[in-house]
Every structure is written in C-alpha cells, then in structure tokens.
C-alpha cells in the first residue's frame, strides 16, 4: 500500500489522496471499540511500515509513510490521528507528517516531532467533501 499512497501523493496530491482514503475507510469498516491490545497493534502495524518504506521498491516521504500508517490503524479500529507540522530552519520551511495513537507519536525516533509546530486538529477534521 505504502508505494500507492506514494504515487498518489505525488500525481493527485494530498488532499485528494487523504479524500480516497477516508472514502474507503467510510465504505469498508465499521469502528470497532479499541481492546486492550490496541497500543501493540498499533506499534506492530508503524514497524511493518516503517519496514516497507525501508525495504521496499519507494523511498516514501514521511507524509506518506504517515498517511498509510493511519489508514492501516484506523481500518483496524484504532484511533490514530494524522499530525503535521511546520518549523523554519536555516531560513528553510519544512513540513514533517506522524501519527500519534493515545497522544504518543507512532512513527518516529525519539521527540523529532517535537521540533515542528503542529496544526490543530487531525486529517478528520480537514476540510474535504463528506458523505
């Protein structure tokens, strides 16, 4: 899945991307309440992307290692929510994209999240067409 959201990103961009993909997760399942195991699921499921962005075919950006690992998590039923940041380094904009499960950030080393300002809100509450 990692090299589809990938490509997507790069031709349709992301707003369309993250329409798609919240399109599917409407259509396909149903929320389940989170067990007790949800926390090793949730790590489990960010290492498997983390290795296929590694290993794989793509050298995906974080956006798009983040995406696909938030729509793994939540059609598991887990509640994920997608972050981005901004910071300005060096007189450099940079943008970086994690996901945070229980308001701990998944898919990253140590605090590397921490040095980016992140936006209000997650991918949900994106304004998008809903239906």
């Not at 090299?3 to 993909?21: D, I, Q, W, Y």
């Not at 409407?26 to 290492?47: G, K, W, Y």
């Not at 994920?80 to 898919?107: C, M, P, S, T």
Request: aromatic residues 6%; hydrophobic residues 45%; proline residues 3%.
């Amino acid at each position: 899945m990692l090299p589809c959201v990938r490509l997507s990103l790069h031709l349709r961009g992301f707003k369309k991307t993250a329409e798609v993909l919240e399109k599917k997760l409407r259509s396909s399942v149903s929320l389940r309440p989170q067990t007790e195991n949800a926390a090793t699921l949730a790590q489990l499921a960010s290492h498997m992307v983390k290795a296929a962005g590694r290993y794989g075919i793509v050298r995906p950006t974080c956006l798009a290692e983040s995406l696909t690992l938030w729509f793994l998590l939540k059609q598991q039923g887990i509640a994920a929510d997608l972050r981005i940041g901004v910071r300005k380094a060096a007189q450099k904009f940079e943008a970086h994209a994690w996901v945070e499960y229980a308001g701990a950030a998944l898919n990253q080393t140590a605090e590397q999240h921490l040095h980016y300002a992140a936006f209000d809100g997650s991918l949900a509450d994106l304004p998008g067409e809903k239906t």
